[in-house]
């Protein structure tokens, strides 16, 4: 079983949707959490992070994390076609100094116009 | 803005070449780390480095050796290229009082014949 989760997709939504990406993982002692953004061809670009529990918003992203599940969860509001690339996770612990990070293998989100 | 740079953004090679890629990072961050990228199983640490002439073995490092002669610099050597190595090469860096977030490059994809 893999440390992190993430369903590859694709999941394909209407312009203007509300976007749910998720990950479980497995180990209890992840800290930091992160989301990630690809585009085809291009490095991850940092999207948002967050520290233990909680909710993090930051204009139409908010970044969700539920540790009593081992869920965390990325919402998009009123999607665009420019959101359309792979959206990975990625998570760090105390125990490995927080920069050995764990990544899913990525989500990747299609919205049409 | 950080600015991750990698050498070159495409790269073909013949088993058994010796293979550079060079990472130049320009935020004076003290770590660095090299990936690489494989559909269905995601960004693999393969080395990374906290410090200059410091450096630590990621989870697949077997093929592979680092040199960070300058804070800035981190390269990745494939002593002899071979087909499996055929793959996204990312490099990424973080600041030490923000170790888990990394900050990616565009990536070099390496095809070896």
């Known amino acids: 079983q893999k440390e992190v989760e993430q369903d590859p997709g694709p999941l394909s939504v209407p312009e203007g949707a509300i976007v749910s990406l998720n990950c479980t993982y497995s180990n209890s002692a992840f800290q930091y959490f992160m989301w990630y953004r690809q585009y085809s061809r291009k490095g991850p670009e940092l999207l948002m992070y967050?520290?233990?529990?909680g909710n993090k918003e930051d204009g139409r992203f908010t970044a969700q994390v539920d540790k009593s599940s081992k869920y965390i969860s990325l919402f998009i509001r009123d999607s665009q076609p420019s959101d359309s690339a792979t959206y990975l996770c990625a998570m760090s612990a105390e125990n490995t100094g927080f920069q050995k990070l764990v990544f899913g293998t990525g989500t990747r989100l299609l919205v049409s116009p | 803005d950080v600015k991750v740079t990698q050498s070159s953004r495409y790269l073909v090679k013949r088993t058994g070449e010796k293979v550079f890629l060079e990472c130049v990072q320009d935020?004076?961050?003290?770590?660095m780390f090299w990936y690489r990228q494989d559909p269905g199983l995601g960004l693999r640490l393969i080395y990374f480095?906290?410090?200059?002439?410091?450096?630590e073995k990621g989870d697949i490092p077997e093929g592979y050796s680092v040199s960070r002669e300058k804070k800035e610099r981190f390269s990745l050597i494939l002593e002899s290229a071979s087909t499996n190595q055929t793959s996204m090469y990312l490099c990424?860096?973080?600041?030490?009082?923000?170790?888990?977030?990394?900050?990616f490059g565009p990536g070099t994809r390496l095809l070896v014949l």
């Open positions: 935020m004076d961050h003290e770590n």
């Open positions: 990424a860096s973080s600041p030490f009082q923000a170790r888990e977030t990394q900050y």
């Open positions: 967050t520290y233990s529990s």
């Open positions: 480095s906290y410090d200059v002439k410091m450096k």
